[in-house]
């Protein structure tokens, strides 16, 4: 009887966490979908590739991104992501 309840107990949690990971990645393409709308870079982003994806951001965001220095923040995440994931391989440290 208690197997019984820890398999049931076992689904429902799973069955929840998927409804809950569904419902966010909805949620996430929703909001991403209303930003890019609503900024007009997407409307044929289909098929386009990057470049053209590129090609498509208005002169007023590139600014934002320059002036967000949105580049040098991905570079010091990318470098402290890799920084972490080679620490963590060292056996006395990690």
Same mark, same amino acid.
């Given at each position: 009887?208690?197997?019984?309840? !820890? ?9 929840? !966490? *998927?409804? *809950?990971?569904?419902? %966010? %990645?909805? !949620?996430?393409?929703? &909001? $991403?979908?209303?930003?890019?709308? $609503? @900024?007009?870079? @997407?409307?044929?982003?289909?098929? &386009? /590739? *990057? /470049? &053209?994806?590129?090609?498509? +951001?208005?002169?007023? #965001?590139?600014?934002? %991104?320059?002036? &967000?220095? #949105?580049?040098?923040? +991905?570079?010091? *995440?990318?470098?402290?992501? /890799? $920084? =972490?994931? +080679? #620490? =963590? =391989? $060292?056996?006395? +440290?990690?």
């Amino acid at each position: 009887m208690l197997t019984q309840f !820890a398999e049931w107990l076992s689904g429902a949690l799973e069955s929840f !966490a *998927v409804w *809950v990971l569904s419902g %966010l %990645l909805s !949620a996430v393409a929703g &909001a $991403l979908e209303t930003v890019f709308g $609503l @900024c007009g870079t @997407c409307q044929s982003f289909t098929g &386009a /590739g *990057v /470049g &053209a994806a590129f090609g498509q +951001i208005t002169s007023y #965001i590139w600014w934002f %991104l320059g002036f &967000a220095q #949105i580049g040098f923040g +991905i570079s010091v *995440v990318a470098s402290a992501y /890799g $920084l =972490r994931f +080679i #620490i =963590r =391989r $060292l056996p006395f +440290i990690g």
